[in-house]
């Protein structure tokens, strides 16, 4: 069974830092490419952050620029976003997602490309 188990959101002040883990179990992760999207309260989900079959990242978003990164462990099977200087606009659940493609280096920002989700973790910016 293909499956991907977000993990590590929480409650931070503002100015803190989390790491959110993407684990996927059933496949392996550096066959897709691996987006982070992150949804709040009213307002339509949006791509953050892609990193592609060859490790290629992609920031789609100017807000989380300088302050959110992607990486990978191939070992683990694992992607993370490293998300620093954390602000009560990043309040949202965040969600990581795969991307079956064939061009090692694409990526998308379009929800609707992506073909395995996973439950979402929420994220608190909040003093």
């Known amino acids: 069974q293909l499956q991907l188990v977000e993990s590590g959101g929480g409650l931070v002040q503002p100015g803190g830092s989390l790491r959110l883990s993407c684990a996927a179990s059933g496949f392996s992760l550096v066959r897709y490419a691996i987006g982070w999207f992150r949804q709040a309260p009213g307002k339509e989900r949006e791509g953050i952050l892609c990193i592609s079959k060859s490790g290629t990242r992609t920031n789609f978003a100017d807000s989380v620029s300088r302050r959110f990164t992607v990486s990978r462990d191939t070992a683990k099977n694992t992607v993370y976003l490293q998300m620093n200087s954390l602000k009560p606009e990043d309040t949202a659940i965040y969600y990581c997602?795969?991307?079956?493609?064939?061009?090692?280096?694409?990526?998308?920002?379009?929800?609707?490309?992506?073909?395995?989700w996973g439950q979402g973790t929420q994220v608190t910016v909040s003093s």
């Open positions: 997602a795969a991307l079956s493609v064939l061009a090692l280096d694409y990526c998308s920002d379009y929800a609707g490309e992506y073909d395995y």
